[in-house]
């Protein structure tokens, strides 16, 4: 657990020898851990006591009847006057003091930071300092020319032209499309209706056209028929804009154009 210092905690041990200590009876105006809110199994810098020896270390509170201290890490003892890290052997009428020592204050680490991952709170007592540097996380793709190994999955199909297209969404254009359509027949009549939002034409009859079917508010005719310019006729009763009632429009060799017919309309727009 995190490292916890309860405040005004200052109290008697009945312990004897170097082990875990019991926690006694607090001295007059202060606390023991219990009562200063320290959660047990927490991390705690202490002082001891006993007659003219003293010990500062680290140890860990456990809750019981009586709360215990261990003294993990001495960080320094005096003894019959010889400084060390030695523990005291105490004699049963030591007191103790929760206190923060020179080993549990922050310092800053010496490791460079670890790279982004699963979110942790963390237990080391070392600080990154102001200028540290987060490395770049090879577990993800950068920003810039990402490079994927593995399987891609968008969240829904684009609404927008430079979004990216997921293969559900190709399929269903590539569906929507006919190609190597064969042009027939020379009027109105008679041209081959075409029966997709994307139309190719690639070959036919001589004179053959291609008549646009209102099935299909928007109908693009892609003329692949060489040395051919393709007649695109409306359906019966119908315009092609700049184009006389029923008259045909005509593609160029190569080229392409985008029939759009608005609700309600009898005239179809071009685009090209």
Same mark, same amino acid.
């Given at each position: 657990m995190a490292f916890y210092v309860g405040n005004l905690c200052y109290f008697n041990t009945p312990t004897t020898g170097t082990g875990t200590l019991s926690v006694g009876t607090a001295v007059t105006g202060y606390m023991i851990p219990s009562q200063a809110g320290v959660p047990p199994g927490s991390t705690t810098g202490y002082r001891i006591i006993d007659g003219q020896n003293n010990e500062v270390g680290r140890g860990t509170l456990t809750s019981g009847t009586p709360w215990t201290m261990s003294r993990d890490t001495v960080e320094n003892s005096i003894i019959g006057g010889v400084a060390g890290t030695t523990k005291m052997t105490l004699s049963?009428?030591?007191?103790?003091?929760?206190?923060? /020592? !020179? #080993?549990?204050?922050?310092? %800053? #680490?010496?490791?460079?930071?670890?790279?982004?991952? /699963?979110?942790?709170?963390? !237990? +080391?007592?070392?600080? !990154?300092?102001?200028?540290?540097?987060? %490395? +770049?996380? *090879? *577990?993800?793709?950068? /920003?810039? $020319? %990402?490079?994927?190994?593995?399987?891609?999955?968008?969240?829904?199909?684009? *609404?927008?032209?430079?979004?990216?297209? *997921?293969?559900?969404?190709?399929?269903?254009?590539?569906?929507? +499309?006919?190609? $190597?359509? /064969?042009? !027939?027949?020379?009027?109105?009549?008679?041209?081959?209706?075409?029966?997709a939002p994307i139309n190719t034409i690639t070959g036919g009859s001589a004179g053959g056209g291609v008549r646009l079917n209102p099935a299909f508010p928007a109908q693009r005719v892609n003329n692949r028929w060489a040395g051919t310019i393709l007649p695109v006729f409306p359906p019966s009763g119908q315009t092609v804009e700049g184009y006389a009632l029923n008259a045909a429009a005509g593609v160029a060799v190569n080229g392409g154009a985008l029939y759009t017919l608005a609700s309600g309309s009898t005239t179809w727009r071009i685009a090209a």
């Open positions: 049963g009428s030591a007191f103790v003091m929760l206190t923060q /020592t !020179a #080993g549990s204050l922050p310092q %800053p #680490g010496a490791t460079a930071p670890l790279m982004n991952g /699963t979110a942790a709170i963390g !237990a +080391s007592l070392n600080f !990154a300092p102001i200028d540290h540097v987060h %490395p +770049s996380d *090879t *577990t993800r793709a950068p /920003t810039n $020319n %990402p490079v994927f190994t593995g399987t891609v999955t968008l969240a829904a199909d684009p *609404t927008l032209a430079l979004q990216a297209a *997921t293969k559900q969404y190709v399929d269903a254009q590539v569906s929507g +499309s006919a190609d $190597n359509i /064969t042009a !027939a027949g020379t009027t109105q009549a008679t041209a081959t209706l075409l029966n």
